[in-house]
């Protein structure tokens, strides 16, 4: 009997959120029917969203006994960053899911602000807060009980690769999950996996290498738009329409489906190879095609770009040399 | 990548940089640093002994990368390119910090200025382990030459190069040569006639069997590169003719300014008051004469219309006021009893023969009025019937401190010389640069003045800025003999550090290609990416910027080599937010 016809062994798969939204974890349900492939090959040892497996259980399991792990969200508190390093010790490969994981992604928005102005806002001014006393968060909290303790919340958000070693990275907000099962496929075969520190499941060219949409050199913008507050023709490279697309700094791999639904790019895929920081190279870009005889109309044409930061930094704050407004 | 050794030479430069910066501190902090195989100072760096120095420790201590810390690259970049390369080590695994012109010159406490300088070192250091070795490319150069305006710089650069038994095609958009100086009546400061000196001048250029001569012309566009240009142009005889030629020289001149906006001096408005080369006019047809046909018995001369006033020009015109000295000899051989007013803001006579000329002026019999530019502006009015003259000019009195009016029958303003409408256009075609007033840029104020970033592409005469007959001529010259230098040579030296499309990266954008000052981006349908033309390309940096993908690779200035320069700067001081 040939080694061949025995069937391998399972391979043990663990998939975790730190600071996420959920939406990574739906993504790894978007596999549909090949869900049942990943299970038929994996053994799901840790999943918070589907089982229910405390974390003295993984923190039980023998050091690189998960054979692949899937960690999405970024790392915003204790409990993120002690997960990082129980699971960094626990799997052979260790893969940041998601642009949370990858680049800080929505979460990593809150590095334009202090832990100080979030709790303020948050616990203090919003609307909808009522809390004369102004009681804040303890991470320590005794009652008759005992000692009730909650996760510390850290001043700055971090990518899963500034708390630990990670091996890949899948960008995406969320991945698609069919790049998900090519990726799966690669680290269970270990047939085409590149080497460790690559992005993996996306391209190495831009969106605007698959986009259908028309593109000249005629990117020239005298004022810039919302998407709600021009009529999209449907076939004109949004940046020339003067919509913020970030298409062109953005890595392929997504199938450029907002674009295909007549919505500018966002960026989810995070930056192509060659490039240092996503949000300063579009930026750069951007300055280029503004249509201005004066400084002054060059600081009216900016003015119309709603929340430049937010934008150009959307999913990648943390991880761009940027890294955070400085206080 | 072999693993970096690298030289760290620190210059004294005398006591220029030793006297503000500790230099053996300097090279012995650094010495410390990986990668660093030697570091030295020595006190002139750029001294033969200083090269010897560099170039035996790159033999002796198998250095692959040199770091000079000294005075600015535009200085001796060059020089040390030169002696790293006679060590046999390709000239761009060099770098160098400048610690005179941005540290030394510049502070006075001894201790910063060091630790500044260790962080500016520390930064090359970290650069040049990311240098890459580049090859020098080179071109041919078309023999012929096209000239780009007939006025006296065009037609002395034309027969410049024509004399040397060389091709020009000399476009002019009018249907005469002579530019302003055929405008003229006399000339200063010797009061030749301008006619005499620019008439054989137009025949020469005119017969030449060297210059073929293209009048109401004009070019829309110039494709191509240094040594390698290309353009058409319509004429009336032939039809359209392509022409190539290796260089070009723009000789555009310019144009006097309109003062019919200086609401204060009535242009256009009063007959009588006319511009100074109306008066040209007048003093060439020999008839001094009001607009009633009557002789003048008031004259007034104003000097800066339109000049040295941040309403109109900033800037000075520099022929005005030895032209309006001129007026007065002119005024003066003809009418001999006439009261002539010259209404100056500042006497300028810097030029060779000026200053006698004006003191000559002095003894011509006439008044000379001064006025504050800044405060107020002569303000010109009908005279009364019972005046008994045309026109009064009220205005204060600078040296006398009086307000006083001045009786005038007639006034010549010495109008601001301003580029012209359609320098845009020119630019657009051959690709130069202007400057906030509109003149074409030089390469280097000083020590490349008719030259541009544009290679092949030359300034000369007026269209740089404002200026005499013998300085457009000098510049004529210079550029001819830049021009016959190359075409002597048959080949000129392009840059090196040019942008290249890394084509897998490359997205289809587009972005580049317009930002692109040169003409040197097209895009290739076929590859569905951009391609950059390496010979136009002048390395501005400015597509590799502006590219959104990170596809494109400035060549010596990646963003790997700059980032390891800026980390290297923040490592040693700078102690993090």
Redesign the interface.
């Known amino acids: 009997m040939s080694d061949s016809s025995i069937p391998n062994p399972k391979i043990k798969l663990a998939v975790y959120w730190g600071s996420a939204c959920g939406g990574c974890c739906v993504s790894v349900l978007d596999t549909h029917e090949k869900l049942l492939d990943i299970v038929n090959a994996a053994d799901l040892v840790f999943w918070p969203i589907a089982m229910d497996i405390k974390y003295k259980d993984v923190e039980a399991m023998a050091d690189q006994s998960i054979d692949l792990t899937l960690f999405n969200g970024a790392v915003r508190n204790s409990e993120n960053k002690h997960m990082a390093e129980v699971l960094r010790k626990k799997s052979k490969v260790l893969v940041a899911y998601g642009a949370c994981a990858y680049m800080g992604g929505i979460p990593g928005l809150a590095n334009f602000h202090s832990r100080e102005e979030i709790f303020k806002r948050v616990y203090e001014e919003s609307e909808s807060t009522l809390n004369p006393d102004k009681v804040r968060p303890v991470e320590e909290f005794e009652v008759k009980e005992g000692v009730l303790k909650i996760p510390e919340f850290f001043n700055d958000v971090y990518t899963l690769n500034q708390v630990v070693d990670v091996d890949y990275f899948i960008p995406g907000c969320p991945p698609q999950s069919e790049r998900l099962v090519e990726v799966f496929t690669a680290v269970i075969t270990g047939i085409g996996l590149p080497p460790k520190g690559s992005v993996v499941g996306a391209l190495e060219k831009t969106n605007c290498d698959e986009c259908l949409r028309k593109k000249t050199d005629n990117k020239v913008i005298k004022r810039f738009y919302r998407p709600w507050e021009i009529e999209d023709d449907k076939e004109t490279c949004f940046l020339e329409q003067g919509v913020i697309c970030m298409g062109p700094a953005t890595r392929g791999g997504c199938g450029v489906r907002c674009v295909t639904g007549h919505s500018p790019c966002r960026g989810c895929y995070g930056p192509p190879p060659n490039s240092t920081d996503p949000g300063a190279k579009m930026m750069s870009s951007i300055g280029t095609m503004i249509d201005a005889d004066s400084p002054e109309e060059i600081d009216e044409i900016i003015e119309t770009i709603v929340d430049p930061a937010g934008l150009f930094y959307r999913f990648s704050l943390p991880g761009s040399i940027l890294g955070r407004k400085v206080l | 990548m072999e693993e970096p050794r690298i030289g760290v030479y620190v210059c004294w430069c005398g006591t220029n940089i030793a006297k503000m910066v500790d230099v053996e501190q300097v090279a012995d902090e650094v010495s410390k640093l990986p990668h660093v195989t030697i570091s030295k100072t020595y006190k002139y760096m750029c001294s033969d002994p200083g090269q010897e120095l560099i170039i035996k420790d790159i033999r002796g201590h198998k250095l692959n990368r040199v770091v000079v810390a000294a005075c600015s690259p535009r200085i001796h970049e060059l020089t040390f390119r030169k002696a790293v390369e006679k060590a046999g080590i390709n000239p761009y695994l060099f770098e160098m910090a400048n610690i005179r012109e941005q540290n030394s010159w510049v502070h006075t406490d001894r201790t910063e200025a060091t630790s500044k300088a260790l962080d500016l070192v520390v930064a090359a250091i970290r650069r040049v382990q990311y240098h890459e070795p580049l090859q020098k490319r080179s071109v041919n150069v078309d023999p012929a030459t096209l000239v780009l305006g007939g006025g006296i710089a065009g037609m002395a650069a034309a027969l410049e190069i024509a004399n040397a038994g060389k091709q020009v095609y000399l476009v002019e958009k009018t249907d005469r040569l002579g530019g302003q100086v055929a405008k003229f009546d006399l000339t200063f400061p010797y009061l030749s006639s301008a006619r005499q000196l620019i008439q054989p001048f137009i025949q020469r250029t005119e017969n030449h069997p060297n210059i073929d001569l293209f009048l109401n012309t004009e070019i829309k566009e110039v494709t191509g590169y240094i040594g390698n240009f290309k353009s058409k142009v319509e004429t009336a005889e032939n039809g359209t003719i392509e022409l190539n030629f290796g260089n070009i020289i723009v000789a555009v001149g310019l144009k006097p300014f309109n003062p019919t906006v200086i609401s204060e001096y009535g242009y256009g408005q009063f007959p009588d008051v006319i511009t100074s080369l109306e008066f040209e006019e007048m003093l060439s047809n020999g008839h001094l004469l009001t607009k009633y046909g009557k002789e003048p018995r008031n004259i007034a001369i104003i000097h800066c219309v339109g000049s040295r006033n941040k309403k109109y020009h900033e800037y000075c015109s520099r022929v005005c006021c030895m032209a309006a000295l001129k007026f007065v000899h002119e005024i003066r051989a003809c009418l001999s009893s006439a009261n002539i007013f010259e209404i100056y803001a500042d006497m300028r006579a810097y030029g060779k023969g000026h200053e006698e000329f004006y003191a000559l002026t002095t003894h011509k019999q006439i008044i000379f009025l001064m006025y504050d530019q800044q405060e107020s502006l002569p303000v010109i009015r009908q005279a009364n019937r019972n005046d008994n003259c045309n026109m009064i000019i009220e205005m204060d009195e600078k040296l006398s401190g009086e307000s006083i009016e001045v009786p005038v029958d007639m006034v010549v303003l010495m109008v601001n010389m301003e580029a012209h409408e359609n320098v845009k256009e020119v630019v657009r075609a051959v690709g130069v640069s202007l400057c906030g007033n509109q003149f074409f840029i030089e390469k280097h104020p000083k020590l490349d003045p008719v030259a541009t970033t544009t290679g092949g592409v030359f300034i000369v005469g007026s269209c740089q800025g404002p200026k005499d007959i013998p300085d457009s001529v000098a510049q004529a010259r210079a550029a001819a003999a830049r021009i016959l230098a190359s075409i002597a040579q048959g080949s000129v030296a392009v840059e090196v550090t040019t942008a290249s499309v890394?084509e897998?990266?490359?997205?289809?954008?587009?972005?580049c290609?317009?930002?692109c000052p040169y003409d040197a981006i097209s895009?290739n349908e076929e590859k569905?990416a951009s391609e950059i033309n390496e010979v136009l390309c002048k390395g501005c940096g400015?597509c590799g910027?502006?590219?959104?993908?990170?596809?494109i690779?400035s060549k010596h200035f990646t963003?790997t080599q700059i980032?390891a320069e800026i980390t290297g700067i923040m490592s040693m001081s700078y102690k993090g937010?």
């Open positions: 890394i897998h990266l490359c997205c289809g954008c587009q972005t290609i317009r930002v895009y569905q400015t910027s502006a590219c959104p993908a990170g596809a690779l963003d980032l937010a």
